[in-house]
């Protein structure tokens, strides 16, 4: 298995059904919203095996990076759609659960920064920059040990050529 990467949009839902469906007592996120199957059944397996339900190999971790909490900050009503409280965001980022870690952006995340293509192109032919916010999620996917999928919804970070096989 492999860790899991979230881009801003996946990392809201799942917050949302942390806390709407109690996943801590139920033990299990749901396909819904932007959680579709193959991603929930890896997230799953995290939760399981961290929470000590599943005995098989080290699964991996969830991961966002500090950015995209404060993307979700920035833009708290209209991201969190009231489906999560403020203090709840604020509860998640002071104590993530076992299975979780929030990836700081500094100056550690320069390097992969850097290896990170200009420019992309789409599938009319475009050529389009990186937008930094997607280079943050990127970079944060590749800082990582091997095995990593990174969760994104965005269509940009779908079409970089080397992330193909690693987009869920």
Known sequence: M????????????LLAQYYENNVLERGYF???GKLH???????????NWHLGDDD??????????????VEIARQFDNISNRRFKIEQFAAFIDQPPGW??????????????GSLPREISLPNGDIKPIEWADAIHIATAVSR????LLASTDTSIKEVRFLKNKVI
């Open 145 to 148: 040990d091997e095995p990593w």
């Open 2 to 13: 492999a860790d899991i990467i979230l881009d801003t949009m996946i990392l809201a839902d």
């Open 100 to 113: 979780f870690v929030i990836a700081s952006v500094d100056s550690a995340l320069f390097p992969s920064l």
């Open 56 to 69: 098989s190999k080290y699964p991996g971790i969830i991961v966002a990076s500090s950015f995209a909490f």
């Open 30 to 32: 749901e396909v819904k």
């Open 37 to 47: 199957k193959d991603l929930t059944q890896k997230i799953n397996r995290i939760l």
